[in-house]
């Protein structure tokens, strides 16, 4: 089993993530390209010692890079969106 560092790798902190955390209780993590959705779960539950009620996965594809006369591409990476229970909430994400 991997240890909830190497999980979860960074939070995504954008105008929709905010948004998503404000009005839907979902939070928006960069995770690990090998870790799937139990994995997530218990990193969360134990990170920030929340209830975890669902999570939701995608792979965001790298985009395409023009350096001069040559095409880069970008590495793909893993998005989770994770919703907790009712009145629970991640202080991390909040604004002060």
């Known amino acids: ?3 909830i560092y190497e999980v979860i790798r960074r939070p995504i902190i954008s105008e929709k993530s905010t ?3 404000e009005l ?3 939070y928006v993590f960069e ?3 090998q870790a799937n959705k ?3 779960r ?3 539950q134990r990170l920030f010692n929340v209830k975890v009620t ?3 996965t995608m792979v965001m594809h790298g985009k395409t890079k023009r350096v001069g006369r040559f095409e880069t591409k970008r590495s793909n990476w893993k998005k989770a969106i994770v919703t907790l229970n009712e009145g629970q909430k991640i202080e991390f994400f ?3």
């Open 94 to 96: 909040q604004p002060k």
């Open 24 to 26: 839907g209780n979902r």
């Open 54 to 56: 669902q999570v939701r």
């Open 31 to 33: 995770v690990s390209g």
């Open 38 to 40: 139990q994995e997530i």
């Open 19 to 21: 948004a998503l955390a």
């Open 42 to 44: 218990e990193a969360v």
């Open 1 to 3: 089993m991997r240890s």
